[in-house]
């Protein structure tokens, strides 16, 4: 197996034509972490939340620290996540053919159990922003970033047999002639490539638009504006869900520069949940502890795996 030097792994990420296959994300993630034993970067452990850590790379890389990794979902074992990769094909190839009704499947039990669906996406995903924060100036590479987790989500969709694409639509805005306001839809998805007629222009009757960000951290406001002006110039309800892949970012907390803060909104949430219109669907690949014990929210907010082992298939129903 080749040796990839921490360089190797930086031009993948800037390469626009890689990551066609979901395959490829693996390759990376496993080359990641196969080099972190030479990289010898410092493990910090966050004081203020222990199942958080960064990597801290050395001189080389002018001491860079990484974004902060939840242990409970990032699998820093090389050879664990090829067999968790391999594992998730499986099942994923499974939901394909038994979409929802793969639940009833006992040996897929201990699988879902442990949510080894997040933690493969979340690994793989977080591998890609590790070595971005090496980067000269990280900064830069932050819209990459975004691109490569929309791109990882869509061929997850595509895996289970579900037709999805980006798409970018032009809606005339009623009473203003010649004007018309463009919209760039990260996702939209449906069981069967949908024939837009001119009944369903734009989006047809059978498609989902979803939202795929790494944070909500100001995003939140403008998912839940889309949703509510596609509706209304549409002149009918569009369905909108959203994926995030966490809400966590790097805090000072008294002495250390190494604590967790949520970047999470609850209250704006609702408050746009309540004024504009309920999203048809949340979903975090590493849910905010809040999001499983506050009521209100944990009705609205799923993780990942929910999404693709149920809720994919209720949503787009034939």
């Known amino acids: 197996m080749k040796k990839y030097t921490l360089e190797d792994l930086q031009e993948s990420i800037r390469d626009k034509t890689a990551f066609r296959q979901i395959d490829d994300y693996a390759k990376?993630?496993?080359?990641?972490?196969?080099?972190?034993?030479?990289?010898?970067?410092?493990?910090?452990?966050?004081?203020?939340?222990?199942?958080y850590i960064f990597f801290q790379y050395g001189a080389k890389y002018s001491h860079r620290i990484s974004r902060p990794l939840?242990?409970?979902?990032?699998?820093?074992?090389?050879?664990?996540?090829?067999?968790?990769?391999?594992?998730?094909?499986?099942?994923?190839?499974?939901?394909?053919?038994?979409?929802?009704?793969?639940?009833?499947?006992?040996?897929?039990?201990?699988?879902?159990?442990?949510?080894?669906?997040?933690?493969?996406?979340?690994?793989?995903?977080q591998s890609i922003g590790c070595i971005?924060?090496?980067?000269?100036?990280?900064?830069?590479?932050?819209?990459?970033?975004?691109?490569?987790f929309?791109?990882?989500?869509?061929?997850?969709?595509?895996q289970v047999g579900i037709v999805c694409e980006p798409r970018t639509i032009t809606i005339p805005i009623p009473g203003y002639e010649d004007y018309e306001m463009s919209y760039e839809l990260d996702l939209v998805f449906s069981r069967n490539k949908a024939v837009i007629a001119s009944e369903t222009k734009y989006i047809h009757?059978?498609?989902?638009?979803?939202?795929?960000?790494?944070?909500?951290?100001?995003?939140?406001?403008?998912?839940?504006?889309?949703?509510?002006?596609?509706?209304?110039?549409?002149?009918?309800?569009?369905?909108?869900?959203?994926?995030?892949?966490h809400d966590?970012?790097?805090?000072t907390k008294g002495d250390s520069i190494f604590g967790i803060n949520s970047t999470f909104k609850s209250n704006h949430f609702l408050g746009y949940t309540i004024a504009l219109n309920r999203l048809d669907g949340v979903y975090y690949v590493d849910p905010r502890p809040e999001m499983v014990t506050n009521e209100r929210l944990k009705e609205q907010i799923k993780d990942f795996q929910k999404f693709i082992v149920t809720e994919l298939w209720e949503l787009s129903k034939r």
């Open 28 to 51: 990376l993630a496993i080359a990641f972490l196969n080099l972190i034993p030479r990289l010898k970067p410092t493990r910090i452990v966050s004081p203020n939340t222990k199942n």
């Open 70 to 125: 939840n242990t409970n979902l990032f699998i820093e074992d090389p050879h664990k996540l090829n067999k968790s990769f391999e594992r998730l094909l499986n099942f994923l190839n499974d939901v394909r053919k038994l979409e929802r009704n793969v639940l009833d499947k006992k040996s897929y039990r201990s699988f879902l159990d442990s949510q080894e669906i997040n933690k493969v996406v979340y690994t793989v995903q």
């Open 132 to 148: 971005t924060d090496s980067f000269d100036n990280p900064n830069t590479a932050r819209k990459r970033v975004g691109q490569l």
């Open 150 to 158: 929309e791109n990882l989500i869509k061929l997850t969709i595509q």
């Open 205 to 245: 009757d059978s498609e989902i638009v979803g939202s795929v960000k790494t944070t909500s951290k100001d995003r939140i406001d403008k998912i839940f504006l889309d949703k509510y002006l596609l509706t209304k110039l549409l002149g009918r309800n569009i369905p909108v869900i959203a994926i995030f892949l």
């Open 248 to 251: 966590v970012q790097r805090a």
